[in-house]
């Protein structure tokens, strides 16, 4: 059984670009969640998506925005790029997203923002 | 407010020897999901243990146990005869809201084991 996938793997942008994240759910999975990693925040959720629809949302300016497509992949767009975005962007699936079941993550894209 | 702290943010220590790792919690929730990851060089989070609130059972696997006590609101992990595999950040987290999966992460503790 594949894990979560995602892509690209590196990424380097310039500030003020914009840039979208792909996340492929292990097969069966309806629950995507975001996370970003920096060395001074640690893990920190962005967002959440079911069926679809957002669930829920982290504490992340408008320039953070992301979607579900119907058949569970998830995309994360940041636009006008800062250089306080360079993180490591984790995507986690599950199966029902209750938290009554594991988040299992893929290996994250590295973004750079030079 | 819902927090986890992991006050250690670095252990060493030699093969085969044993290691806790702490996790504190906080939440008002009286249910609630706390988590164990295991992050290696590669970036992933490993999944380790999931336990809920109503269970106070310690839980062994293989080389690994958690002793979840309620009553100090912590849930800390050991490590038995550690090995060099072993070596990466374990992150403790907290799923407190009913009907999501977001977690809400500790700040890491990393372990290196040493031949």
Same mark, same amino acid.
């Given at each position: ?16 670009? %914009? ?14 969640s975001?996370? %970003? %990693? ?15 629809? %957002? ?60 | ?11 060493s220590?030699?093969? =085969?020897? @044993?290691?806790?790792? @702490? ?12 988590? !164990?990851? =295991? ?15 109503? @269970? ?9 146990? !958690?002793?979840?006590? =309620? ?12 090995q ?13 809201t009913?009907?999501? @999966?977001?977690?809400?992460f ?10």
């Amino acid at each position: 059984k594949a894990g979560v996938t995602q892509t690209p793997r590196y990424l380097i942008k310039t500030r003020g670009q %914009q840039v979208t994240l792909s996340c492929s759910p292990i097969s069966g999975h309806r629950s995507v969640s975001w996370y %970003q %990693q920096t060395p001074g925040q640690g893990l920190q959720f962005l967002f959440e998506y079911f069926s679809e629809t %957002q669930r829920n949302k982290g504490n992340f300016p408008g320039r953070f925005s992301g979607r579900q497509f119907s058949n569970s992949r998830s995309e994360m767009n940041v636009s006008t790029l800062e250089l306080g975005d360079s993180a490591l962007y984790l995507c986690a699936s599950s199966l029902v997203g209750r938290g009554t079941t594991e988040a299992f993550f893929g290996q994250g894209t590295r973004l750079t923002v030079v | 407010a819902q927090k986890v702290t992991q006050a250690q943010t670095e252990i060493s220590v030699v093969e =085969k020897e @044993d290691v806790t790792l @702490d996790c504190v919690y906080e939440t008002r929730d009286t249910t609630y999901y706390l988590f !164990w990851y =295991k992050q290696p060089p590669s970036g992933e989070l490993v999944f380790l243990i999931r336990r809920n609130s109503f @269970d106070e059972q310690n839980e062994i696997s293989g080389r690994y146990s !958690w002793n979840f006590q =309620k009553s100090t609101s912590s849930f800390n992990f050991t490590i038995t005869a550690s090995q060099v595999v072993d070596s990466a950040v374990y992150f403790c987290a907290l799923s407190a809201t009913f009907n999501t @999966d977001k977690l809400i992460f500790g700040t890491g503790t990393r372990l290196q084991v040493f031949p």
